[in-house]
Nanobody, 129 residues
Framework: QVQLVESGGGLVQPGGSLRLSCAASGIILKYYAVGWFRQAPGKEREAISCIGSTPDDTTFGSHSVKDRFTVSRDNAKNTVYLQMDSLKPEDTAVYYC?????????????????????WGQGTQVTVSS
C-alpha cells in the first residue's frame, strides 16, 4: 500500500533551519505533484508549497513562506524535501506532505487539499527560543 513518511521535524530557535523529508513507498513520487501543508493548533490546514511532477518540477509556494522555504525532490530516493530557513515562531505546526495525481491547472489548484490522495502522518516543527 501507499505510505508517505515525513521526518526532520523538531525544535529550532527563531532564525534557524530545518529540512523536512517526505519518503514514499508503494508509489513513484516523480509521477505526482507533492504538496506540503501545515496545521497549527486551533487553525485550519494551510498549504505552503508544492512541486509538480517530473520533468516539469515547477514549484509553488504561499506568500507566508515565500523566499524562506524551498521544495525539491530526489527521484532516486523517491523523496521530496522541504528546506525551511529563517524560521519564525509562527511557523510552529505539524507539517504534512501529500500526493496529487490531478496535474491540470496546478498553478491555480495546488493549494486545495481536497485533490490530494495520499497523506503522511505529519511531523512536528516547533520554533521557539
Amino acid at each position: 500500500q501507499v505510505q508517505l513518511v515525513e521526518s526532520g521535524g523538531g525544535l529550532v530557535q527563531p532564525g534557524g533551519s530545518l529540512r523536512l523529508s517526505c519518503a514514499a513507498s508503494g508509489i513513484i513520487l516523480k509521477y505526482y505533484a507533492v504538496g506540503w501543508f501545515r496545521q497549527a493548533p486551533g487553525k485550519e490546514r494551510e498549504a505552503i508549497s508544492c512541486i509538480g511532477s517530473t520533468p516539469d518540477d515547477t514549484t509553488f509556494g504561499s506568500h507566508s513562506v515565500k523566499d524562506r522555504f524551498t521544495v525539491s525532490r530526489d527521484n532516486a530516493k523517491n523523496t521530496v524535501y522541504l528546506q525551511m530557513d529563517s524560521l519564525k515562531p509562527e511557523d510552529t505546526a505539524v507539517y504534512y506532505c501529500a500526493t496529487r495525481s490531478l496535474l491540470q491547472r496546478l498553478w491555480a489548484l495546488w493549494s486545495s487539499p481536497n485533490d490530494y490522495e495520499y497523506w503522511g502522518q505529519g511531523t512536528q516543527v516547533t520554533v521557539s527560543s
